[in-house]
């Protein structure tokens, strides 16, 4: 069965510091993999999405995350943080096996201090 | 911006009554979902549909019930809410591709009393 797992459900970063937002997953197959974000009193919007084109992936807003096979990890980046960047990030991965739901990890909420 | 609405934006019912949400698309995706987000669990799905008459069951089903008649609208009801359903609810919606991610709706509060 296909998973998510997101380490830290809260993360504070100083304006200008590196974001780091982990995100792990399991999967039998290639998996497909997105990260959204939610703004308060919001829907989610794609951040970016991994689909085996490139193991780097440049999202919006300056995130990039990358897809490591070996350590079964997809986590986000940003390498200066924006007062802006203040949410919540859900990772997901969708589902391969003759379905076509999506599964997503419980989000990490960022705090960024001026 | 995918077009998705959801309707009503808020609502406040009683524990028992029957409560209704619609989702409405214009971009004539396939496959609609419905999610509750609470705190601590991310978003779970309710149910989803795969076309026009079809749904199937996600995780949190339980006290819910969907269905679905034309391609554009997705209806979630609850037949009896209970205080356990207060949350806020999303619909997205999602191409045919696997790589194809899925756009959201500005969400549902719901609160049941």
């Known amino acids: 069965a296909q998973s998510v797992t997101q380490l830290g459900s809260h993360v504070s970063v100083s304006e200008g510091a590196l974001v780091l937002l982990r995100c792990n997953y399991s999967s039998s197959v290639p998996p497909y993999l997105f990260w959204y974000v939610q703004y308060p009193n919001q829907g989610l919007q794609l951040l970016l999405k991994?689909?085996?084109?490139?193991?780097l992936v440049k999202g919006i807003n300056g995130f990039e995350a990358e897809f490591k096979k070996s350590e079964t990890s997809f986590h986000l980046t940003k390498p200066s943080a924006h007062m802006s960047d203040a949410a919540e990030y859900f990772c997901a991965v969708r589902v391969t096996s003759g379905t076509y739901k999506y599964i997503f990890g419980t989000g990490t909420r960022l705090k960024v201090l001026a | 911006d995918a077009g998705i609405t959801q309707s009503p934006r808020h609502k406040v019912t009683e524990t028992g009554t029957p409560v209704t949400l619609r989702c409405h698309q214009t971009?004539?995706?396939?496959?609609m979902y419905w999610y509750r987000q609470d705190p601590g669990h991310g978003l779970r799905l309710i149910h989803y549909s795969y076309g026009v008459k079809d749904t199937d069951k996600g995780e949190v089903s339980d006290g819910y019930s969907v269905s679905r008649s034309k391609t554009e609208d997705f209806l979630l009801t609850l037949e009896s809410a209970t205080s356990s359903q207060t949350s806020v609810y999303f619909c997205a919606i999602s191409a045919l591709a696997y790589d194809n991610e899925q756009f959201f709706g500005p969400g549902t509060r719901l609160t049941v009393l």
């Open positions: 971009e004539n995706h396939r496959y």
């Open positions: 991994y689909t085996s084109a490139a193991t």
